[in-house]
Nanobody, 131 residues
Framework: QVQLVESGGGSVQAGGSLRLSCLAS????????MGWFRQAPGKEREGVAA????????YYADSVKGRFTISQENAKNTVYLQMNSLKPEDSAMYYC????????????????????????WGQGTQVTVSS
């Protein structure tokens, strides 16, 4: 049974930092495209960042480049999202996803941000940034 368990969300002031964790189990963690998505009330789910756990190729949405960093700790089957310089517009439910598009491997994927291309999802962790 595939499980993705997110943690690390919370409430911070603008300019603050949070680190989200996604612990994966029940499937082949290595060589897999894993992503972080977020969804604010009334908005569509959007891709924030992704990583291919084999090659380490990473992807970022323009809105978070330079502020967020996705990383992996393969020995712990865990993917992280370090979020710095947080803004109120970063407030959302953040979801971890796995089994994303194989094209993630090459560092040139044009579908890493498509939530329809991921097969497994966690329950989400809330991030709230106050001004």
């Amino acid at each position: 049974q595939v499980q993705l368990v997110e943690s690390g969300g919370g409430s911070v002031q603008a300019g603050g930092s949070l680190r989200l964790s996604c612990l994966a189990s029940g499937y082949t963690y290595s060589s897999n495209c894993m992503g972080w998505f977020r969804q604010a009330p009334g908005k569509e789910r959007e891709g924030v960042a992704a990583i291919y756990t084999g090659s380490g190729s990473t992807y970022y949405a323009d809105s978070v480049k330079g502020r967020f960093t996705i990383s992996q700790e393969n020995a712990k089957n865990t993917v992280y999202l370090q979020m710095n310089s947080l803004k109120p517009e970063d407030s959302a439910m953040y979801y971890c996803a796995a089994d994303g598009p194989p094209s993630c491997l090459w560092g040139t994927s044009t579908s890493w941000y498509s939530y329809a291309d991921y097969g497994y999802w966690g329950q989400g962790t809330q991030v709230t940034v106050s001004s």
